[in-house]
T-cell receptor, first 115, second 114 residues
Framework: DVKVTQSSRYLVKRTGEKVFLECVQD?????MFWYRQDPGLGLRLIYF???????EKGDIPEGYSVSREKKERFSLILESASTNQTSMYLC??????????????FGQGTRLTVV | AQKITQTQPGMFVQEKEAVTLDCTYD???????LFWYKQPSSGEMIFLIY??????QNATEGRYSLNFQKARKSANLVISASQLGDSAMYFC???????????FGTGTSLTVIP
């Protein structure tokens, strides 16, 4: 059974803290993604990575950075957490797009609250 | 411009009835994939169905079918014989062959009424 695992389901952090959200996949996928989900806004892409040490900005990268030192692990970093970063964070992975589908597989989500 | 548009924030359907969730997309790439995901209140994203841009027939997976109208850039999800467990958020997504990222709509909240 394919798996994308996020390190925490719920997280509460203080304003100004450095926050690490970890994501691990066991499918040997090249592509990994971090999304933020807010009511009425759907899923918005923060960053994605198509290979180890490679990353590209998504639609809302401000205030975030990422790290991909190993193929299976993709970390999202909030350098200095702010209350407007309170949200649901979803990690996903996928292989190359092809005739078979190439769908994204998601982790269970991390609900982050910044106080 | 939005890549994926879902115009129905909320929908209600009677149990055992069919329901159509709308999705339109915008791309100039001739090769792309269209996906639907279900997100129950637990928060997990569950992949439902996929349609490739070159597929001649509409995709079907059990009670789910995708009504693909390429000229209209429309990829509506049809759920037949709705069940109470179908109550969830539904997201339409697209992936272009020229890029790796997935574009998601804002979602439709479906409530199945007993």
């Amino acid at each position: 059974d394919v798996k994308v695992t996020q390190s925490s389901r719920y997280l509460v952090k203080r304003t100004g803290e450095k926050v690490f959200l970890e994501c691990v996949q066991d499918m040997d996928h090249e592509n990994m993604f971090w999304y933020r989900q807010d009511p009425g806004l759907g899923l918005r892409l923060i960053y994605f990575s198509y290979d180890v040490k490679m990353k590209e900005k998504g639609d809302i990268p401000e205030g975030y950075s990422v790290s991909r030192e190993k193929k299976e692990r993709f970390s999202l970093i909030l350098e200095s957490a702010s209350t407007n970063q309170t949200s649901m964070y979803l990690c996903a992975s996928s292989g190359e797009q092809g005739a078979a589908g190439g769908e994204a597989f998601f982790g269970q989500g991390t609900r982050l609250t910044v106080v | 411009a939005q890549k994926i548009t879902q115009t129905q924030p909320g929908m209600f359907v009677q149990e055992k009835e069919a329901v159509t969730l709308d999705c339109t997309y915008d791309t100039s790439d001739p090769s792309y994939g269209l996906f639907w995901y279900k997100q129950p209140s637990s928060g997990e994203m569950i992949f439902l169905i996929y349609q490739g841009s070159y597929d001649q027939q509409n995709a079907t997976e059990g009670r789910y079918s995708l009504n693909f109208q390429k000229a209209r850039k429309s990829a509506n999800l049809v759920i037949s014989a709705s069940q109470l467990g179908d109550s969830a958020m539904y997201f339409c997504a697209m992936r272009e062959v020229t890029g790796n990222q997935f574009y998601f709509g804002t979602g439709t909240s479906l409530t199945v009424i007993p």
